[in-house]
């Protein structure tokens, strides 16, 4: 797998999957440079909600973001490239989509700061936290150059 800083992990949320955005969404991470090492089309549990949020479990959105994620289809993937975290965190743009930067991909698919279309990782090690919590090592590759 890659060296520490080269993944990330990220998620199509349910609202973007809703409004047929996904095909849009994966274009704009390729054609931005990343490696797609591992991609699943999953539906999350309550439990598996419950658990990967488990950091905001003391904040008052927590109930209405494990609802949210558990009410349909999302997509899962781990991205590569030099300075993966980083590099997704511009493309994806700020949280809140009305103050993301044009361009960015929360700034033309989200709907709100809650329904923000898609999930990054914050930092080199939650990256690695968040790809193994969907991905075994197996079921991830490498790019071959």
Known sequence: M???????????????IANEHMGSIMNMISKAGFWIAAIKF??????????????????PFYGSLVEFMTSGPIIVA???????????RKLIGATDPS?????TIRKIFAE????NAVHGSDSNENAIIEADFFFARSERFDRII
């Open 42 to 59: 999953i539906k999350l549990s309550q439990k598996q909600a419950e658990e990967f949020y488990l950091v905001h479990k003391d904040r």
């Open 78 to 88: 781990v991205l590569e490239k030099d300075n993966a975290v980083s590099d997704y």
């Open 112 to 115: 709100s700061i809650e329904r």
């Open 99 to 103: 103050k993301a930067e044009d361009g």
């Open 2 to 16: 890659s060296q520490k800083g080269n993944i990330t992990f990220t998620m199509i949320k349910p609202g973007a």
